[in-house]
């Protein structure tokens, strides 16, 4: 879909003239939400699960470039990233609200754009945007989601239920994200010392994709109902494979051997990294922003595992004394440090 590039002030259409025309394109997927927007609060109900929440706050140069990011880019991976959290609770997000702080310099269609993908990625994975904030911003765009989810009681999966023994598994491929944006911000500066000069990313649609447009893992959630695995720990990458290796860990009590050669890393993102001399290895490591899941099962379930596409054994959990530790390629232990990407 191409983006608007008619230009409507904000100014003229005022905050609720803004917020009408922004929540207008909202679909209702679920029972659960008895009042969406339009009233002071919502209204939903779960059953007899239990209620996930989780929220995240985007602000515009702190976690993302407006120069290489399409608004409605943004929007889609606003709402998938909060999403993200709930899956790696091993729950279903069923609702969001989104607030926005927006400053003049934005246009009412650049706005649309950003709902437009957040709408899409709303439908996309049947959830429902149930309310939200409006407000000026005196500079650049701030967002904040919120994802509302349900669970069994019973299914639900925390960060500290890995045992010694367990398997570490990770779902596709990592990296890529961070070679994406590699990628992007080369060509930004290449762009902003020649703006003759068109960004040059031919035979890069995948870790661009992975970077602008990341997906969550719904499908596995479905896949451990399906094949009757229920992970002893859980969490979504979201900084890094190392610094979340470390969260399991020391929320589990536990220690871990990662077998570096295991690792699943897809061939553009190998080649790319190489290219900017990076060690592939360490973009997976630190790169972050791959919302795959990183999970433990009991070693009972390996059959279950083990031909499974999109799961990869990548190592196995040790008692806590035995440490945190990568077996390189070579075969040499190195305990391992987590790089995370921090935001500050
Ligand atoms: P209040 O004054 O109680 O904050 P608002 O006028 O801000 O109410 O909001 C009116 C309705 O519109 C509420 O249901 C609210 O959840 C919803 N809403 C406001 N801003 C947004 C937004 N950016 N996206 C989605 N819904 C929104
Ligand atoms: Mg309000």
Same mark, same amino acid.
């Given at each position: ?13 005022? +905050?609720?003239? #803004?917020?009408?025309?922004? @929540? $207008?394109?909202? !679909? ?9 927007? *339009? ?86 994975? +049947?959830?429902? #945007?149930?309310?939200?904030? @409006? $407000?000026?911003? !005196? ?9 509302? *989810? ?195």
């Amino acid at each position: 879909m191409l983006e608007n590039s008619s230009r409507t002030e904000l100014e003229s259409l005022g +905050e609720f003239g #803004l917020i009408d025309l922004l @929540t $207008s394109h909202i !679909k209702i997927h679920h029972t659960s939400t008895l009042k969406g927007v *339009g009233d002071d609060a919502a209204v939903l109900h779960h059953e007899n699960k239990r209620t996930v929440v989780s929220t995240d706050l985007l602000l515009e140069g702190v976690h993302f470039d407006l120069s290489y990011f399409p608004l409605k880019h943004l929007g889609y991976k606003a709402i998938v990233v909060n999403l993200s959290d709930i899956y790696a609770m091993n729950a279903t997000p069923k609702q969001v609200t989104v607030s926005i702080g927006v400053s003049s310099k934005f246009s009412l269609e650049a706005i649309e754009d950003l709902y437009a993908g957040m709408l899409l990625a709303c439908n996309r994975y +049947e959830v429902d #945007l149930v309310g939200g904030d @409006t $407000s000026s911003s !005196k500079q650049g765009l701030v967002i904040s989601v919120t994802a509302i *989810g349900e669970a069994n009681e019973s299914d639900l999966v925390y960060r500290d239920g890995a045992k010694p023994n367990d398997l570490l598994c990770v779902t596709g491929d990592l990296g890529g994200a961070y070679i994406g944006f590699q990628l992007l911000e080369r060509e930004k500066r290449v762009f902003l010392s020649n703006p003759e000069v068109q960004p040059d990313l031919e035979g890069k649609d995948y870790i661009v994709e992975r970077q602008l447009k990341p997906e969550a893992r719904k499908d596995i959630i479905q896949l451990f109902k399906d094949i009757d695995v229920k992970p002893t720990s859980m969490i979504d990458i979201s900084d890094g494979l190392a610094s979340e290796i470390m969260h399991l860990c020391s929320k589990s009590k536990v220690g871990m051997n990662l077998h570096e050669e295991k690792i699943p890393i897809d061939p553009q993102t190998y080649e790319t990294a190489r290219d900017f001399d990076l060690d592939p290895t360490l973009t997976a490591l630190s790169g972050g922003e791959d919302y795959e899941l990183l999970f433990t099962v009991s070693q009972a379930d390996f059959d279950k595992i083990k031909s499974q596409p999109d799961i990869t054994i990548i190592g196995y959990v040790t008692e806590a004394s035995e440490g945190i530790n990568m077996i390189s390629k070579s075969g040499n232990k190195h305990a391992l440090k987590a790089q995370g990407w921090k935001a500050f």
